[in-house]
């Protein structure tokens, strides 16, 4: 599924869509050190963590994007790292769970 679709199947809000991409997958936590570790290439990471070294880890991981759960907005410096780098960035009122929730249905439903 692209994340295109994810957004129009969601209703998720971009703050940053540098480009579409497929998405393989979502991981949700926001300890830094273990996303680095954790997020897989093209996966969707959502986080509720808005700051330069979210960008950061998302560029090292080349995850599909950051989705920002319960309303978060980036940092003023986050946000201009994420366009620097091309790093998109999503968001959604939605808890973590509720997200959570909702993807996995999404993906369900695009492997039938």
Same mark, same amino acid.
């Given at each position: 599924?692209?994340?295109?679709?994810? *957004?129009?199947?969601?209703?998720?809000? !971009?703050?940053?869509?540098?480009?579409?991409?497929?998405v393989f997958g979502?991981?949700v936590?926001?300890?830094l050190?273990r996303?680095m570790?954790?997020?897989?290439a093209?996966?969707v990471?959502?986080?509720?963590m808005a700051n330069?070294?979210v960008v950061?880890?998302?560029?090292l991981t080349?995850?599909? *994007?950051i989705?920002?759960a319960?309303?978060?907005?980036l $940092?003023?410096?986050?946000? *201009?790292?994420?366009?620097?780098?091309g790093?998109?960035?999503l968001?959604?009122?939605? $808890?973590?769970?509720?997200l *959570?929730? !909702?993807l996995?249905a999404?993906f369900?439903? $695009?492997r039938?």
């Amino acid at each position: 599924m692209t994340l295109q679709t994810l *957004c129009e199947k969601l209703g998720l809000k !971009k703050i940053v869509f540098d480009h579409d991409t497929e998405v393989f997958g979502v991981y949700v936590g926001d300890f830094l050190s273990r996303a680095m570790s954790k997020v897989g290439a093209d996966n969707v990471w959502v986080t509720i963590m808005a700051n330069t070294n979210v960008v950061a880890v998302a560029s090292l991981t080349d995850a599909a *994007c950051i989705l920002l759960a319960e309303g978060v907005e980036l $940092s003023d410096d986050a946000l *201009c790292a994420a366009r620097e780098n091309g790093i998109n960035v999503l968001s959604s009122n939605d $808890s973590a769970y509720d997200l *959570c929730v !909702k993807l996995s249905a999404a993906f369900d439903g $695009s492997r039938q």
